[in-house]
């Protein structure tokens, strides 16, 4: 019997430093409540540690997102953060800002990021250890 999906999630609560001049989170917030998301994730599952091991860093060159619905002072979110896909050269990490203790979709985005050698000052292939370390990590079901 497989163990059901449990994506990574990471709360957070809307300050008022959070805002804009409309009332609700500005968009470009929205990166940091992800950034957080990605930076519990990797350090909870423990490839954050392997990758600073190895001096590999993660590198984002894309990030799509779509914003579903504003999120006002005091609201609490949750951030669900798993990966979306492995390829050669690239992966993608996808996240769903809900509120929290609802289905209600805040917003999602789809991160695109590669594996930065510090070493070599390029990005690697996503092989062997490399590969395995995000095999091993929470992945969003395939839909059908």
Do not use: C
């Amino acid at each position: 019997m497989s163990t059901p999906f449990q994506p990574h999630l990471t709360d957070i609560k809307v300050r008022g430093y959070h805002l804009d001049l409309y009332g609700h989170v500005n968009n470009a917030r929205y990166l940091e409540f992800l950034e957080e998301a990605r930076w519990g994730f990797t350090e909870d599952h423990g490839s954050f540690e392997a990758f600073t091991k190895a001096s590999l860093a993660f590198v984002i060159v894309n990030i799509n997102i779509d914003y579903r619905r504003p999120a006002m002072m005091g609201e609490q979110l949750v951030i669900e953060t798993a990966m979306q896909k492995i390829g050669s050269r690239s992966a993608m990490i996808h996240q769903a800002v809900k509120l929290k203790g609802t289905d209600t979709l805040v917003a999602e985005a789809d991160v695109t990021f590669v594996v930065f050698s510090q070493k070599t000052g390029s990005a690697v292939a996503m092989e062997n250890e490399v590969r395995a370390i995000f095999e091993a990590l929470p992945t969003w079901p395939t839909k059908s």
